[in-house]
């Protein structure tokens, strides 16, 4: 497709469940971003892939959080043992080489 | 990490009304956006801006990069402008670090 793509556009999980984020980037883009915002927040860097280089992992809040980019193209974001503060809506996007930076509609989870 | 601030963080307007929203940066940065988040919660970009200054329509962006600021020029604003207004530069290695956002209500 043209733009960021992400799915489930929402998502409605069990405390305790592991749950599967899905990024599919603009084709071309060599850098994808992982963002996550609470309700009312502002956007809060989670990790970031660039090319072939190492990820940065820095933002990611706990080792219940892990993302993979397969093929320098499709990411997901992995969230084990899923509690209630980890509802938000995460937010994917992707750029060329530093330049315009493009945002999928986001996944909004829900823990119950 | 750069620092990017947004002011003011909150802004009430009449309808019809001009305004201008303001992104500080830290340091030297390869590029910067300006996003309108609307109330369904998608960014949408507005300017690819990362100096000089651009328009489109009622919305204009000028960015100062020696000074490391940008403005968001809102003119004859609508309840449509209404929602939060993200600033973003891109540094480094293709980095991307946001400010905390301009929450703006317009009123009819």
């Known amino acids: 497709g043209a733009g960021v793509s992400q799915s489930p556009s929402n998502k409605v999980t069990e405390k305790g469940k592991d749950v599967e984020l899905r990024c599919d980037p603009i084709?071309?883009?060599?850098?994808l971003y992982w963002y996550r915002q609470s309700l009312g927040q502002g956007l809060e860097f989670l990790i970031y892939?660039?090319?072939?280089?190492?990820?940065?992992k820095s933002g990611l809040p706990s080792d219940r959080f892990s993302a993979e980019r397969t093929g320098g193209s499709v990411s997901t974001l992995t969230i084990q043992r899923t509690q209630q503060e980890d509802s938000a809506v995460y937010l994917c996007?992707?750029?060329?080489?530093?330049?315009?930076?493009?945002f999928g509609q986001g996944t909004r989870l829900t823990v119950v | 990490g750069i620092q990017v601030e947004q002011s003011p963080p909150d802004l009430i307007l009449q309808e019809g009304a001009n305004s201008t929203l303001r992104c500080n940066f830290s340091?030297?940065?390869?590029?910067l956006q300006w996003f309108h988040q609307n109330p369904w919660g998608q960014l949408i970009n507005l300017f690819y801006?990362?100096?000089g200054t651009k328009q489109n329509g009622r919305l204009s962006a000028t960015t100062v990069a020696t000074e490391r600021y940008s403005l968001l020029y809102i003119s004859s604003s609508q309840t449509t402008d209404s929602g939060v207004y993200f600033c973003?530069?891109?540094?480094?290695?293709?980095?991307?670090?946001f400010g905390k956002g301009n929450q703006v209500v317009v009123i009819p």
């Open positions: 996007a992707s750029s060329r080489a530093n330049t315009e930076a493009f």
């Open positions: 084709s071309g883009h060599t850098a």
């Open positions: 892939f660039q090319g072939n280089s190492a990820p940065d």
């Open positions: 340091d030297s940065v390869n590029n």
């Open positions: 801006i990362p100096s």
């Open positions: 973003a530069v891109g540094y480094g290695n293709n980095r991307l670090a």
